[in-house]
């Protein structure tokens, strides 16, 4: 059992990708997914990934580079092992390299989250008396980040363009254990501040496009 404080966590928005997508020309059905790489891609241990692939759960989601072995690279907690959700063969594209992260500062402790609840679709078959509850999606996961706002703060333009560009931009979460969290969402900022205990402050929105990951430390 372990607990972990919130204060110390840091949030940054990813500020810079590599110029050109590098080719995924094959990746396996594993555990943790092996993507084969062109080569020359120069991706080493620890890289944060936005990956584009054929494979709809995959496409979007950024995800951090495990092991290298020259063009092979493994995909940290990747589990494509399911052949109807990942078919065989079918989960090729290209894969972009975070370069940059801007840290978003004077952010507000109450940093809240929502979605990932579990839908289910409800049977009435005729032989039972019970209803049935299936599974069917999850609701899309969301974040709001009160901050202590100043238009001077150098994060400012990097959150006004993801948001006016409305494309998914990668947010990283690490906590103070060094778990962190990584995934791609659309960016929201209202630019007229509040008032909260006399001090400016205003929020930022994020709705996530693909499925986020948490690492462990």
Same mark, same amino acid.
């Not at 496409?59 to 092992?81: E, M, S």
């Given at each position: 059992? @372990? ?13 810079? $990708? ?12 594993? @555990? ?6 062109? /080569? ?10 936005? !990956? ?11 995800? =951090?580079?495990?092991? %290298?072995?020259?063009?092979? %690279? ?11 959700? $990942?078919?065989?063969?079918? *989960? ?31 049977? =009435?078959?005729?032989?039972? &008396?019970?209803?049935? &509850? !299936? ?15 100043? /238009?001077?703060?150098?994060? %400012?333009?990097?959150? =006004? @363009? ?9 947010? !990283? ?12 969402? $659309?960016? *929201?900022?209202?630019?007229? /501040? ?8 205003? &929020? ?5 496009? @693909?499925?986020?990951?948490? $690492?462990?430390?």
């Amino acid at each position: 059992m @372990a607990f972990t404080l919130v204060s110390g966590t840091t949030v940054s928005i990813a500020s810079g $990708y590599s110029p050109t997508p590098v080719v995924m020309s094959a990746i396996t059905n594993a @555990a943790e997914a092996v993507a084969t790489m062109a /080569p020359g891609h120069g991706f080493a241990v620890g890289d944060l990934l936005e !990956i584009t692939s054929g494979w709809p759960k995959l496409t979007g989601r950024v995800v =951090r580079v495990k092991a %290298v072995a020259t063009n092979d %690279v493994t995909l940290a907690l990747v589990d494509t092992r399911s052949l109807s959700q $990942y078919p065989a063969g079918a *989960g090729i594209g290209t894969v972009r390299k975070i370069t940059g992260l801007t840290p978003i500062t004077q952010l507000s402790a109450d940093v809240t989250t929502g979605g990932g609840e579990q839908n289910f679709a409800t049977l =009435r078959l005729l032989a039972q &008396e019970d209803e049935v &509850e !299936i599974p069917t999606t999850r609701t899309a996961v969301s974040n709001t980040l009160p901050v202590f706002f100043d /238009p001077s703060l150098p994060w %400012v333009p990097a959150v =006004r @363009a993801a948001r006016d560009n409305k494309t998914p931009v990668a947010v !990283i979460f690490v906590y103070p254990n060094n778990a962190s969290t990584v995934g791609n969402a $659309y960016w *929201g900022m209202r630019e007229t /501040p509040g008032v909260t205990d006399g001090v400016l402050t205003t &929020e930022i929105t994020l709705r996530y496009s @693909a499925q986020p990951i948490t $690492y462990p430390g």
